[in-house]
């Protein structure tokens, strides 16, 4: 089983370049997510998509955007890369039961510097 | 908004002995999950536990139990028999519970947690 898998896992960008992070998870589940880790924080969400179709801010979504490409992918695009975006990317997925979400399950990260 | 606050950023404890993780939240939701979420070096976000914050009876996984205390807030995480592969960072979140598949997981800062083998 694969769940959820990112790519890249490391990546190295210069100040304005441009970068997407892939994610696709194949459990058929509705919802994703993209949060950031910064160190002596925890995760932080960046934007989510509750189904096929539909995106919306988290809680720090400036410099970023974000495609669902269908119901198994999430894109995450960094226009224009900038030092403050180093960070540990994750990507995760859920499903919609009668009484909420499950868990989310949670990709491997993307480690991204920008230097 | 929901805010989740770990106040110990390191714990240590003896292999084979029982551990105390803190965690104490705020949330404007009527019905919520609370969880804890192990990261060990490999980086993998890891779900240990789950409680929903309507049931009374504090869940339990294997060596894994909480103490919820929701008129206080608080939902710690208690380790029995600790082994060495408990070693991790631990992350105390919460959602709360939508009707459109929509929660969004607000995290604590994390408590690393070493085995003393």
């Known amino acids: 089983n694969a769940g959820v898998t990112q790519t890249p896992k490391f990546q190295v960008l210069k100040t304005g370049q441009s970068m997407t992070l892939q994610c696709a998870q194949d459990m058929n589940h509705n919802s994703m997510y993209w949060y950031r880790q910064d160190p002596g924080m925890g995760l932080r969400l960046i934007y989510y998509?509750?189904?096929?179709?539909?995106?919306d801010k988290g809680e720090v979504p400036n410099g970023y955007n974000v495609s669902r490409l269908n119901k198994r992918e999430f894109s995450l695009r960094l226009e224009s890369a900038a030092p403050s975006q180093t960070s540990v990317y994750f990507c995760?997925?859920?499903?919609?039961?009668?009484?909420?979400?499950?868990?989310?399950?949670f990709g491997d990260g993307t480690r991204l510097s920008i230097l | 908004a929901q805010t989740v606050t770990q106040s110990q950023p390191e714990m240590s404890v003896q292999e084979a002995e029982t551990v105390t993780l803190s965690c104490t939240y705020d949330t404007s939701e009527s019905d919520y999950y609370l969880f804890w979420y192990k990261q060990p070096p490999s980086r993998q976000m890891i779900l240990v536990i789950r409680?929903?914050?309507?049931?009374?009876q504090n869940a339990t996984e294997n060596r894994f139990s909480v103490n919820f205390q929701k008129a206080a807030k608080s939902f710690s995480l208690k380790i029995s028999d600790s082994q060495l592969g408990d070693a991790a960072m631990y992350f105390c979140?919460?959602?709360?519970?939508?009707?459109?598949?929509?929660?969004?997981?607000?995290f604590g800062t994390g408590t690393r947690l070493t085995i003393i083998p």
């Open positions: 998509s509750a189904s096929e179709g539909t995106t």
């Open positions: 995760a997925s859920s499903e919609y039961r009668a009484r909420g979400n499950q868990p989310q399950h």
């Open positions: 409680q929903e914050a309507y049931k009374q």
């Open positions: 979140a919460t959602n709360p519970i939508s009707n459109f598949g929509n929660e969004k997981l607000t």
